[in-house]
């Protein structure tokens, strides 16, 4: 999976907003309501890498993995930060991307996850 499809493939969740955050954060950010699920980084030297958030499991199953690093900042709230997705498995990185989503509508009120679940039908 490239850099393209993976960012079509966040895109097509229930209530999924891409929003690019220029200088100084450079990062193109993908939220479900307020709550973030994935974010690329666009500036050099670390363009296009892919952070989501894991669970604490994963978080030391990923980390252990050569390409995948605790994201700088966020690591600490278990994101990994994957170097080069094109070289990560595309089903494994799907199934990242759909629990990080997953984590973060369940974070939403109950009346907001609703209305994404609607909007899913």
């Known amino acids: 999976m490239n850099t393209e499809q993976l ?3 966040c895109r097509q969740y229930p209530g999924a907003v891409e929003t690019l955050h220029g200088e100084p954060s450079n990062i193109l950010v993908y939220k479900v309501e307020d709550k973030t699920f994935a ?3 666009t500036s050099e030297p670390e363009q296009w890498r ?12 990923l980390t252990d993995r050569p390409g995948v690093k605790p994201a700088r900042y966020m690591g600490r ?3 990994v930060t994957i170097v080069d997705v094109g070289q990560f498995p595309a089903d494994y990185l799907t199934e990242l991307v759909a629990a990080s989503y997953r984590r973060a509508v369940e974070s939403l009120s109950k009346a907001k996850q609703k209305t994404l679940a609607t909007h899913d039908e």
Not at 54 to 61: A, I, S
Request: a positive charge; hydrophobic letters at 40%.
């Open 77 to 79: 709230f278990h994101w």
């Open 50 to 61: 892919f952070s989501l958030r894991v669970t604490p499991d994963r978080f030391l199953e």
């Open 7 to 9: 960012k079509r493939h």
């Open 39 to 41: 974010y690329f980084k």
